[in-house]
Nanobody, 116 residues
């Protein structure tokens, strides 16, 4: 069955970096669209970044919410059936639980806290 497992969250100071991973099973990521969402306390879940056909190189298509453009990069490794979210220059407002999503399924989430 479809399963998504996120990892890589943690506590980081403002300006720092983290890389989130989402390991997929039950389907091949390169043939689907995958998304990273986040939900901060008291706020609705929002789309952060998306990638179509991850791991296909030239066939990939990426989208980002305006607030993370230039700081976050979504990518995929088809050999590992895993997508990533590289997050640089993190800000306190990036603090949230980050979720991976595909095929109407969700992972369990990974906490990212940006604080000094």
């Amino acid at each position: 069955q479809v399963q998504l497992v996120e990892s890589g969250g943690g506590l980081v100071q403002p300006g720092g970096s983290l890389r989130l991973s989402c390991a997929a099973s039950g389907f091949t990521i390169s043939t689907f669209s995958m998304r990273w969402y986040r939900q901060a306390p008291g706020k609705e879940r929002e789309l952060v970044a998306g990638i179509d056909n991850p791991g296909r190189g030239a066939g990939e298509k990426r989208v980002y919410v305006d607030s993370v453009k230039g700081r976050f990069t979504i990518s995929g490794d088809s050999s590992k059936n895993t997508i990533y979210l590289q997050m640089n220059n993190l800000k306190p407002e990036d603090t949230a639980v980050y979720y991976c999503s595909a095929l109407s399924r969700w992972g369990q989430g990974t906490q990212v806290t940006v604080s000094s």
